[in-house]
């Protein structure tokens, strides 16, 4: 089935001229405690850590962990800088325990003002084994720079591994 998954996203990426997205680390293989790259973390309540976990990960070295201590609400993603109106096609693997997880794009102007938010994957169950996502997503025209990420509500465990743009080589 994955290969048929590959086969669909490769044509989205043709038809939608989808753009170059300079994920740093998606594979999670950069890092000691935490993952390179990864460094914008948000609490909305409650405790959150994230780690590099090098014991849970769908390809090795490791994967990110979200971990909750608690019911808490939060994310962790990276900034990417992505000209307006450019479209994306987003691809990886989440697994989580305990809590509702998302994988999003969410859009920023010059000002760092938020003006977009999109799923990519939302999982509403937890998902003890490795869920592939993808998703395509366009940027509205004031767009300066996204937040790629993963967020969570809930208490349990979130790792997210080999996330990268389909336009792109596989993660490094």
């Known amino acids: 089935m994955r290969p048929i998954i590959l086969v669909l996203l490769a044509a989205i990426a043709c038809a939608a001229d989808?753009?170059?997205?300079?994920?740093?680390?998606?594979?999670?293989?950069?890092?000691?405690?935490?993952?390179?790259?990864?460094?914008q973390q948000w609490t909305g309540s409650g405790k959150l850590t994230a780690s590099r976990d090098a014991k849970v990960f769908k390809e090795g070295p490791a994967s990110l962990c979200l971990a909750t201590a608690g019911d808490a609400k939060g994310?962790?993603?990276?900034?990417i800088a992505v000209p307006g109106g450019s479209t994306i096609a987003i691809a990886g693997w989440l697994r989580s325990e305990g809590l509702k997880a998302h994988v999003f794009v969410q859009s920023f102007d010059e000002a760092w003002k938020p003006i977009d938010y999109k799923l990519v994957l939302n999982q509403f169950d937890p998902a003890p084994e490795w869920v592939q996502f993808s998703g395509t997503v366009t940027v509205p025209a004031k767009t300066v720079q996204i937040a790629l990420?993963?967020?969570?509500?809930?208490?349990?465990?979130?790792w997210i591994d080999e996330v990268r743009n389909v336009a792109d080589a596989k993660a490094k």
Do not use: F, H, Y
Not at 20 to 38: D, F, K, R, Y
Not at 75 to 79: D, L, M
């Open 75 to 79: 994310n962790i993603s990276q900034r």
């Open 18 to 39: 989808v753009r170059s997205l300079p994920i740093v680390n998606g594979s999670m293989s950069q890092g000691e405690a935490t993952c390179t790259g990864w460094d």
């Open 149 to 158: 990420g993963v967020a969570v509500e809930g208490n349990g465990k979130v």
